[in-house]
Nanobody, 125 residues
Framework: QVQLVESGGGLVQAGSSRRLSCVASGRTLIFYPMGWFRQAPGKEREFVSVISQSGRSTEYVDSVKGRFTISRDNAKNTVYLQTNSLKPEDTAVYYC??????????????????WGQGTQVTVSS
């Protein structure tokens, strides 16, 4: 079992930055691709970004490319999502998730086994 705890959310102004963190316990994260998803009110949870086990491969949803950066520190069992140039449409609960170990950069919800409780990011205009 893997337990994931996100942090770093908050209320920010448009154009600002926020670094989200996801700390894991229970098992080392080195076996898992790690993803970030988000869910806005009234919308389905959507893929945001993923990083492979080694950290060499990443994927992003088009709407955040050039603004968000995913990274991981396997020694600290932690994954990060640096969010820059935030927009009101980025407002959502952000979830960290651990993907299937046999995949490298999965982008669909059904390929993730473990989820955190989420951290709220609210961007005011």
């Amino acid at each position: 079992q893997v337990q994931l705890v996100e942090s770093g959310g908050g209320l920010v102004q448009a154009g600002s930055s926020r670094r989200l963190s996801c700390v894991a316990s229970g098992r080392t994260l080195i076996f898992y691709p790690m993803g970030w998803f988000r869910q806005a009110p009234g919308k389905e949870r959507e893929f945001v970004s993923v990083i492979s086990q080694s950290g060499r491969s990443t994927e992003y949803v088009d709407s955040v490319k050039g603004r968000f950066t995913i990274s991981r520190d396997n020694a600290k069992n932690t994954v990060y999502l640096q969010t820059n140039s935030l927009k009101p449409e980025d407002t959502a609960v952000y979830y960290c998730a651990a993907g299937r170990p046999d995949l490298t950069t999965p982008t669909t919800r059904d390929t993730y086994s473990y989820w955190g409780q989420g951290t709220q990011v609210t961007v005011s205009s």
